[in-house]
């Protein structure tokens, strides 16, 4: 199995919205709805922010959505905050219950 | 409230076995969630390594099945893995994770700080 790819960079101006894809196959993403996003700040563990595509754990802002189409998933940032500058990750579910990670995104905001 | 603390040697030489601990406080590791290794290189992603069920089922990941173990004390509240033959491409932070399953794998909800573990 290979590792989902994600763009290595997304940037945007505080206000602004950004989005940041993570592509599978019709193996892992296509094929289940099991997708799940990660903040991670430098020095710092991963934070889960999303599940099952489109689900925000408690305490996540709503500036932060997800979707999914066909073997390509995606993370939407709305109203870009300083704090929201990180490293991103998906991960998703994939037969033989294995969990594959993206190879990440930064997340630069201007 | 629940938390995972990795523990082990923090230097490993190479062809050796890296060991470490998760040790889960505030909850137990008895109930229906997969515990986790998830490891990140120096300046690189995360990998996932592989998860163990109350049960002692495993799911390890097919590039790294042949050198991994992951194991469950219960007694203690604890889970462990244990890299043999290790190299420098082992070097890496390690993370336990708690991956929630309800009835499907959801994500990992929750994280220890993380171990740097250098092979050398």
């Known amino acids: 199995q290979s590792a989902l790819t994600q763009p290595a960079s997304v940037s945007g101006s505080p206000g602004q919205s950004i989005n940041i894809s993570c592509t599978g196959t019709?193996?892992?993403?296509?094929?289940?709805?099991?997708v799940s996003w990660y903040q991670q700040h430098p020095g710092r563990a991963p934070k889960f922010i999303m599940f099952e595509v489109n689900k925000r754990p408690a305490g996540i802002s709503g500036r932060f959505s997800g979707s999914k189409s066909g073997d390509t998933a995606s993370l939407t940032i709305t109203g870009l905050q300083p704090e929201d500058e990180a490293d991103y990750y998906c991960?998703?579910?994939?037969?033989?219950?294995?969990?594959?990670f993206g190879g990440g995104t930064k997340l630069t905001v201007l | 409230q629940v938390q995972l603390q990795e523990s082990g040697p923090g230097l490993v030489k190479p062809s050796e076995t890296l060991s470490l601990t998760c040790t889960v406080s505030g909850g137990s590791v008895i109930n229906n969630n997969w515990w986790s290794w998830v490891r990140q290189p120096p300046g690189k992603g995360l990998e996932w390594i592989g998860e163990?069920?109350?049960?002692?089922?495993?799911n390890y990941n097919p590039s790294l099945k042949s050198r991994v173990t992951i194991s469950m004390d219960k007694s203690k509240n604890q889970f462990s893995l244990n890299l043999n033959s290790v190299t420098a491409a082992d070097t890496a932070v390690y993370y336990c994770?708690?991956?929630?399953?309800?009835?499907?794998?959801?994500?990992?909800?929750?994280w220890g700080q993380g171990a740097l573990v250098t092979v050398s």
């Open positions: 163990i069920y109350l049960s002692g089922s495993t």
């Open positions: 994770a708690r991956l929630v399953v309800v009835p499907f794998p959801n994500g990992f909800d929750l």
């Open positions: 019709s193996g892992d993403i296509g094929a289940y709805n099991l």
């Open positions: 991960c998703s579910y994939a037969p033989g219950s294995l969990s594959l």
